[in-house]
């Protein structure tokens, strides 16, 4: 099957500063990718949608400005997380899907990262 | 997405079938069934989907009710590398869309 990989696996930064999380699909082009959030023992939550050469479509209650996307290209995205905070620690995990030809779009997911806030 | 219901755990013993529920009662004409799995520390892991007839692939079954309203993931022989939160999702899959993630069934095997 195709694979999407996570770049880095885990991250450990301070309060205030930025982290950069990529994700790429490695054998496939993925014009839309997705980020999701998983805090311990509770489910995966989609945090928004990542279009190729596009903007990111955040779900309610994300905030745009914290969490930026950028997918510049049919491969990779990439979440930024700006100015860290302990509560933003979590699992960070993205999924990516072959270009549409109709029929079934299986999603394929990275192995997650986790960051972990000072 | 078509609400789900799982159970919140279920426990298998090694080397013995295992039958995970889950029931979609509001599910359309047009939506497919989707098993994911996540081992811990991991990101979800695709298993098996369906439209209305079972399927059977090298992970898992799929048996998919007549009316379509509920679903059976079955591990014909469990193994310990089974144990995980197994999702069932369900939703059209004409595109590529995102997956609602219920909370799924954690799945433990016993030795």
């Known amino acids: 099957g195709a694979v999407v990989s996570q770049h880095p696996s885990w991250v450990i930064c301070k309060s205030g500063t930025s982290v950069k999380i990529e994700c790429r699909s490695l054998?496939?082009?993925?014009?839309?990718m997705f980020w999701y959030r998983q805090f311990p023992k509770q489910s995966l939550m989609l945090m928004a949608t990542?279009?190729?050469?596009?903007?990111?479509?955040?779900e309610q209650g994300v905030e745009k400005d914290k969490f930026l996307i950028n997918h510049a290209s049919l491969t990779l995205s990439t979440l930024t997380v700006t100015s860290a905070h302990p509560e933003d620690s979590s699992f960070y995990i993205c999924?990516?899907?072959?270009?549409?030809?109709?029929?079934?779009?299986?999603?394929?997911f990275g192995p997650g990262t986790r960051l972990t806030v000072l | 997405d078509a609400k789900t219901t799982q159970p919140n755990s279920m426990e298998s013993n090694e080397e013995e079938p295992v039958h995970l529920p889950c029931n979609h009662s509001?599910?359309?004409?047009?939506?497919?069934i989707h098993w994911y799995r996540q081992l811990p520390s991991q990101g979800p892991e695709y298993v098996i989907h369906?439209?209305?007839s079972n399927v059977n692939n090298r992970m898992a079954s799929l048996a998919i009710a007549e009316d379509r309203k509920s679903s059976t993931l079955i591990l014909h022989r469990a193994t310990l590398r089974d144990a995980a939160v197994y999702y069932c999702?369900?939703?059209?899959?004409?595109?590529?869309?995102?997956?609602?993630f219920g909370s799924g069934t954690q799945l433990t095997v016993l030795p």
């Open positions: 990542s279009n190729e050469g596009s903007k990111a479509t955040y």
């Open positions: 999702i369900v939703h059209s899959s004409g595109s590529a869309r995102q997956l609602t």
């Open positions: 999924s990516a899907s072959e270009m549409d030809r109709g029929g079934y779009n299986e999603q394929f």
């Open positions: 509001t599910i359309s004409g047009t939506d497919y």
């Open positions: 054998d496939f082009q993925a014009t839309t």
């Open positions: 369906g439209l209305t």
